[in-house]
């Protein structure tokens, strides 16, 4: 902790310019590396040079000038880099590491630096899904219906995608935090199915539904209903709940337990607070390469790219249903290309009615929502 106290109070003096190789020795690197140095007035070996360029590339962009041997400093940052900082300009995190920082700076809600949101909520927000996602997905026996989609790889699809995106949203969320721009606390959504309250003649009274953060006990009871439903499904490792034939018995199971207590859905979300802006700014800044409109358009793609390419590969180390890719590279095409076609048209299976016309048409009866 020391040394990195020393290391950090040196960079304060690091500023434009040039500098001879010995004095970024001194300023930059650690004692032992110091000692190694100065014992031959050069590094040890290529290695040790490699070390000292990448120590330096955290602190400062530089050139080298060959003809002087002299390293000229053209920017200091504010914070040294970190490994986040090299996680975060890599793969997708490319993109979806500055549509978030972008989000948390200039979003709606740019006074509260406190929301809770789910990670599907933050790949609509920054177009990492396209609009079909969810119609799609909450819809999947019209999509087999309708556009003629195996049942079985739609819900391997969309479970699949639901679980890259969690992951790739919680690890830059992670990222983000260990570089000081937010904090943040996993938690649980829950959204409760409306509730009726009283009838009268050709109405019923109903308490809407809400969506809100799930309480202690709820959440007992969600887990307890898990229980239940891994038990019928045979669940014994939780990647069968996901993946596999397993899966659908157990999502159709849990889905049923729930709505008998009254519950929609369970989810996972984050409390997330900014805490920097200056430090959010800076890293936004460092991937002014690119736009934000650009990013947005290429984010989905990078997506299906990767999903894609795992599918493929799957399609090599063992037999799946026919026509397995074509199908799935269809789904992932309509659900994360940004130029995909609105695909309402094409789902004429698919409900498109309110709860309170469905329950209208079913019951003959005209709902009335009510606060309490």
């Not at 995190?93 to 809770?116: E, S, T």
């Not at 909450?138 to 819900?155: H, K, R, Y």
């Amino acid at each position: 902790m020391k040394e990195m106290i020393e290391i950090s109070e040196n960079l304060v003096r690091l500023k434009k310019g040039e500098y001879n190789e010995v004095t970024l020795v001194d300023k930059i690197c650690t004692d032992a590396q110091k000692k190694s140095y100065h014992r031959k007035e050069k590094f040890a070996s290529g290695k040790h040079r490699s070390m000292f360029l990448d120590t330096l590339a955290r602190y400062c962009d530089y050139e080298f000038d060959a003809e002087k041997k002299k390293y000229v400093v053209t920017e200091v940052f504010s914070y040294p880099k970190t490994l986040s900082d090299a996680k975060i300009h890599k793969g997708i995190y490319q993109y979806l590491a500055p549509l978030m920082l972008y989000r948390v700076l200039y979003g709606d809600d740019k006074k509260n630096r406190r929301a809770v949101i789910t990670s599907m909520d933050i790949a609509a927000d920054v177009s990492l899904i396209t609009g079909n996602y969810n119609m799609m997905k909450f819809n999947q026996e019209a999509v087999n219906t309708d556009m003629g989609i195996p049942l079985q790889i739609v819900s391997e699809y969309f479970n699949k995608a639901d679980n890259r995106i969690d992951d790739y949203i919680r690890q830059c969320i992670k990222y983000l935090a260990s570089m000081n721009c937010v904090i943040y606390n996993e938690t649980h959504m829950i959204g409760t199915m409306p509730e009726r309250v009283d009838v009268e003649g050709t109405e019923i009274y109903v308490k809407k539904g809400e969506v809100r953060i799930a309480t202690k006990e709820e959440m007992k009871l969600y887990s307890e209903l898990d229980e239940i439903a891994s038990r019928k499904a045979g669940i014994r490792t939780n990647s069968e709940k996901w993946y596999g034939k397993k899966a659908a018995r157990y999502n159709s199971e849990l889905s049923a337990l729930l709505q008998k207590h009254g519950i929609w859905f369970v989810c996972r979300a984050f409390e997330l607070w900014k805490v920097d802006t200056a430090r959010c700014k800076e890293t936004l800044k460092s991937f002014s390469d690119m736009t934000i409109p650009q990013r947005r358009k290429e984010i989905g793609m990078a997506l299906k790219y990767i999903l894609d390419t795992n599918a493929e590969n799957r399609a090599e180390k063992k037999q799946l249903c026919d026509n397995y890719i074509e199908h799935f590279k269809h789904l992932s095409d309509l659900t994360l290309n940004p130029a995909a076609e609105d695909v309402r048209d094409k789902l004429p299976s698919a409900s498109k009615k309110s709860y309170q016309e469905k329950a209208q048409e079913k019951y003959g009866f005209h709902i009335v929502y009510v606060d309490e």
